[in-house]
């Protein structure tokens, strides 16, 4: 059964490729935010426009959590990195080098790099997360 978005559901996803699709649907629902005063404004992390590496947060659960809930939050971190490490690759059209380390700090470079190019919107970025997505499911991480 697919995953139902919503920016405030306590549903939180666990693998690259689900981890991706929400992204899409997220950047899709609440918008895409370039400039300065990002999370400006009224509302919560979660339900404002934001860029493409905060889509990747809200979907692997930052600001969703529900207290009283468990999650595997080790295996939830685990496929957010790994999900960051493919959009990268995508963005790129190449694997982005680097150890492991610097790895996550590479990939956030990329992402953020992409995004900040002018005229960039949600629907490029839902674009990129659903191509990364269709990678992921055919990935052995």
């Known amino acids: 059964m697919p995953t139902r978005h919503t920016p405030e559901s306590i549903v939180i996803v666990d693998t690259p490729a689900a981890i991706l699709e929400w992204a899409a ?12 005063r990002l999370f400006a404004g009224p509302g919560r992390t979660a339900t404002l426009p934001c860029w493409p590496r905060g889509a990747l947060q809200v979907a692997a659960g930052h600001g969703r959590g529900a207290a009283g809930r468990t999650y595997d939050w080790d295996r939830i971190d685990r496929a957010r990195d790994q999900a960051f490490a493919i959009l990268a690759e995508t963005l790129t059209g190449h694997p982005v080098d680097t150890d492991d380390p610097a790895a996550k700090a590479r990939h956030r470079e990329v992402i953020d790099r992409w995004s900040a190019e002018p005229g960039r919107t949600a629907a490029d970025a839902a ?12 990935a052995l991480f």
Do not use: S
């Not at 649907?25 to 300065?36: A, D, L, N, T, Y």
């Open 25 to 36: 649907r997220h950047i899709e629902h609440v918008g895409f935010h370039q400039g300065p």
């Open 127 to 138: 674009r990129a997360f659903r191509t990364a997505a269709a990678r992921a499911e055919h």
